[in-house]
């Protein structure tokens, strides 16, 4: 047995939905996308605090290269200093000799 066009239920010929209806679905809706927001939330707040303790670490390391950049240049400043009180010294000596 073909059923007649008159028999066939297409979307435009089902009654509305209920308001009620509608309301759940919405909600049901808002609900999950409500979810999904708190858990992207979550995992941001969650990768803020992973980029925060990778920053501390990063200007820890920061602090001692400065520290140790700047022991290094008054080592090297004290160096030049002695060299340069020695260069004077022999120039001194090779002067009063003449």
């Not at 066939?8 to 919405?26: G, I, K, N």
């Not at 400065?66 to 340069?84: H, I, N, P, T």
Request: one cysteine or more; hydrophobic letters at 35%; aromatic letters at 4%.
């Amino acid at each position: 047995m073909a059923s007649s066009p008159s028999q066939q239920v297409d979307a435009q010929s089902l009654p509305p939905r209920a308001p009620e209806e509608s309301e759940s679905l919405l909600s049901s809706l808002v609900y999950d996308l409500s979810q999904q927001v708190h858990s992207a939330m979550e995992h941001m707040l969650k990768m803020i605090n992973e980029i925060d303790q990778n920053t501390l670490g990063i200007m820890e390391e920061v602090e001692k290269c400065k520290d140790s950049a700047l022991e290094r240049q008054k080592s090297l400043e004290d160096e030049k200093e002695q060299f340069q009180k020695a260069a004077y010294t022999v120039l001194e000596m090779l002067n009063n000799r003449e």
